[in-house]
Every structure is written in C-alpha cells, then in structure tokens.
C-alpha cells in the first residue's frame, strides 16, 4: 500500500483507503458488511456514537453531531474498502478514519474472538488535486466490485460488460446505487453537493467504463498510484 506522506486541508478531496492485514478478507458476512456501513454513517460526527447504544436501529435513525468530512463515494470489497471524501473540518479526516477503524476492529476481533491488527497499518491516502484525477478515482471506486466476478478488468479485459454492469448495479456495498437514484438508508452516508456536478454525470455504465479507459491511456503514470489494493 502506498505511503500517505501528505497534509490533509479543508475543502481538498482525498482518495482514502485500507486494507486488511496480510491481505485478509475483512467482511466475512452480511453483519460485517452491515456494521461497516453504519460506521461510516455514525462515524462522521463531531462527537462520539456508540453503535452498541442504538442497537436495532436504522442508519438514519442513529443520532449524531455535525459532521467532520464530506464523503463523495465508497465502496467495500473483501479485504479492502474504499472512500472518496472532502475534509469538512481542521483534522476531520483523521479523526473520521481513526473513529471508522478503531470500531470496526473492536467489533470485528469481538465477534471472531481473534486479537490484533485487523488492518495492514494506516490508511492510505491520495490528495485529488485535479478534476481529472477526481473524475478518474469516482469511476475507479464505484467499478471496482467488478473485480469480484473478473479478476482481469483493471487490465481493459472485462470479458462480460453486459454480467459487470448488471452486478455493479445490483451490488449493495457501494455508493454507486445512491447515484442511480436507488431510495434507500445508506444515501445518508453520502454528501454529493459539495463534489462537482460532474459526478451526475456518471450514471451510465458505459460512461464510467470510458471514463476509467480513457484515463489509463491519458494519465497511467497517475493511474497506477495508490490502486494496488486487493
């Protein structure tokens, strides 16, 4: 993973992401999925949740303070995850990782009675600072469940565009379906305003899917920074 040798600002927008240790599956079922994703709800607060307290509940139904950063885009893979976001306030991102990692592994060495590390070190980070890299990482991230089903697509060798859309579509562990304008609780997690209109843009499978080729060819020296996550 790569070094995160960066200073975080308000008002910039980061690539941030982790990994599990030793590249281990980090969501083993639908409650680690779940309790993740509440997470990254609960977690953006400026002042502590504990999800033990509202045990039961919704996302939306889970009190919080205001929150310390902006997420554009998210997604969880096996034995990784990833997140757009903007920091909203003075070291808002650092704190929103450290409250997101520190309760999933409380929650997830509880559960499977294991001690330790759960991920490989701290998060990873990239600094978005063009529109282009921006554009390129939103398409990456909400694409990137594809790697599930065909493990060669990040290569421009997706052998079934038709069975990729329809399973990044229909894949519940992203952001990409409050985009497609699907109704349901996880769109609290996202805040779109404060990203650029263009990210409207990408609803169209074949889109993103042109956006990502098209950013290979223009800028692979960028491309191929930070994504070395699987």
């Given at each position: 993973m ?15 992401f ?17 309790r993740f994703v509440?997470?990254l709800?609960?977690?953006n ?10 045990q039961?509940?919704a996302?939306?139904e889970?009190?919080k ?5 902006d ?9 990784h995850f ?17 409250k997101?990692?520190t309760?999933?592994?409380m ?14 070190g ?7 600072d ?5 554009k ?8 990137n ?13 997706i052998?079934d565009k038709?069975a990729?859309?329809k399973?990044i579509?229909?894949y519940?562990y992203?952001?990409l379906q ?7 609780n996880?769109?609290a997690i ?6 650029p ?16 080729l098209?950013?290979?060819?223009i ?12």
């Open positions: 790569s070094s995160r040798n960066i200073e975080f600002g308000i008002g910039e927008y980061y690539h941030v982790n990994r599990g240790t030793d590249k281990r599956k980090i969501f083993l079922d639908k409650g680690d999925h779940e509440k997470l709800y609960s977690a607060s400026v002042t502590p949740v504990h999800l033990s307290n509202y039961g509940l996302l939306i889970i009190p303070g205001d929150p310390v950063v997420v554009g885009a998210w997604c969880l893979m096996p034995n990833h997140l757009l976001v903007r920091e909203k306030q003075e070291d808002g991102l650092s704190q929103y990782m450290h997101l990692l309760g999933y592994s929650y997830f060495n509880t559960k499977y009675r294991r001690k330790g590390a759960l991920f490989e701290p998060f990873g980070a990239k600094h978005l063009t529109d282009e890299y921006l390129y990482q939103y398409a990456y991230v909400h694409l469940p594809i790697g599930i089903i065909d493990s060669s697509w990040k290569e421009k060798k052998k038709a990729a859309k399973f579509t229909s519940a992203s952001s409050d985009y497609l304008g699907c109704q349901r996880e769109r996202i805040n779109s305003k404060t990203f209109d263009y990210f409207s843009s990408f609803t169209d499978f074949s889109d993103m899917l042109k956006e990502w098209d950013f290979e060819s800028y692979p020296e960028i491309s191929r920074q930070g994504l070395d996550i699987t």
